[in-house]
């Protein structure tokens, strides 16, 4: 069993490489998040974004699992299955939903959009709910999924939950019958793939520095996508994980508010945005973007016992004539030793850079290492150095086949 998760903010191109995986496993897993975060993978030439329904889906033959841990939107679940159908994918049998997943409902989306607006800074919420369907969730008080199947406790518990009751439960009616076939007993169903002997790969959403626990709290999302979170949000044991697989562009991005220390002067982050189409797939934000963070990468590769890692984006970097890496961070000019857990202190600090020449000509749509320019192959070696862990895979374009296996 694998787990491939990000190493930045998110939006690492996780997607393309879970689906470039995907092919040689039985069944691919979400663990964590929901309709907040967004993955695109290319499936015959059409962008396809998806927000709860694993990557693994357009391999025909493999199975997809929404686990206990995601939360999970019946209005965008239906919506993403009904797109998946109109491309011809056939998806009864071959998704499921735990029957402990929460249930991300209309009051949780009100509720995500008041406090968001009451706070003086933004946290920058995609606004889809997430943080209070969570709340919910360890306040004991949520819907899951397998509730579904006696109504007449639903409308219970949501007279605990909700001043207009009755309009809920008709929401939830509304959705039932489509939802009641793909849900059973994931944990179950994961364990009997694990006795046969099945090829399961774990995919995380977000990145470890979105994490509740280790990422840039407050500016969070409310979940766990490092990897610990693969056993809480699936049910399957530590001992079963064979390999953590982290994911990292060759530069760094994030949406929303938060620190980011590496990032880019304005005029140059427009063209690197513009360039690597750094816009969120989920709300179309514009993404802010910096230079690589080897400082911050190698916490996250500690975090989750990263050994392997894949690099993306790199052509995004072709034509800069010299191109930077954070190595660390000072703050009131004295060197820190590992990564800061406070906002107050990340916004104050000063970035450590070391300067690498670029490299001439496109690395775009390269499939073997040799035949990358030097100045990309020193760039890669450097970042492996820094961080401690090997780059074994590397995407030179957003197609399914563009990329090296080192």
């Known amino acids: 069993m694998w787990v491939v998760l990000g190493l930045q903010w998110g939006d690492e191109a996780k997607g393309k490489f879970v689906d470039y995986l995907a092919g040689g496993f039985d069944a691919v897993v979400r663990y964590q998040g929901g309709a907040n975060a967004g993955h695109t993978v290319i499936y015959k030439g059409k962008k396809v974004p998806l927000h709860l329904i694993p990557s693994g889906i357009f391999h025909p033959g493999c199975t997809c699992v929404i686990g206990n841990g995601v939360v999970l939107d019946p209005e965008a679940f ?15 049998g071959r998704v499921w939903i735990s029957d402990r997943a929460h249930l991300t409902l209309p009051y949780h989306k009100r509720k995500d959009e008041e406090r968001e607006e009451r706070r003086k800074r933004k946290i920058g919420t995609t606004r889809r709910g997430i ?18 199947f006696y109504p007449e406790f639903v409308k219970e518990r949501l007279s605990f939950n909700v001043e207009n009751p009755d309009e809920v439960f008709e929401f939830i009616l509304s959705y039932r019958d489509f939802l009641l076939p793909y849900i059973t007993d994931a944990v179950e169903l994961l364990h009997r793939f694990l006795e046969e002997g099945k090829r399961i790969l774990f995919e995380g959403a977000q990145g470890t520095m979105l994490d509740v626990d280790f990422g840039t709290y407050p500016f969070v999302t409310s979940s766990n996508p490092t990897a ?18 982290g994911v990292a562009k060759a530069y760094t991005t994030r949406i929303g508010e938060g620190p980011l220390p590496t990032e880019f002067p304005p005029e140059f982050e427009e063209r690197i945005r513009e360039k690597g189409n750094e816009f969120g797939a989920t709300t179309g934000r514009p993404r802010r973007c910096g230079w690589f963070d080897a400082f911050q990468v190698r916490y996250a590769v500690k975090i989750n016992g990263v050994r392997e890692m894949v690099l993306t984006k790199l052509d995004v970097l072709d034509g800069i004539e010299i191109i930077k890496i954070a190595t660390g961070y000072r703050l009131d000019g004295v060197e820190l030793s590992s ?38 192959k020193r760039y890669i070696k450097r970042i492996e150095e820094l961080v401690g862990a090997r780059v074994k895979w590397i995407s030179t374009g957003p197609e399914r086949e563009e990329i090296i296996h080192v």
């Open 228 to 245: 610990g979170g693969v056993c809480t949000g699936t049910g399957i044991p530590p001992t079963a994980i064979e390999k953590v697989i």
């Open 339 to 376: 990564f800061p857990s406070s906002p107050g202190t990340l916004e104050r600090v000063e970035v450590i850079y070391e300067e690498i020449p670029g490299w001439e000509g496109s690395v775009k749509g390269i499939k073997r290492y040799e035949d990358l320019p030097h100045g990309a």
């Open 78 to 92: 239906v919506k993403e299955i009904k797109m998946l159908e109109e491309l011809g994918i056939e998806t009864k």
């Open 131 to 148: 943080g209070p369907t969570y709340m919910d969730k360890y306040g004991r008080t949520g819907i899951r999924a397998g509730d579904l």
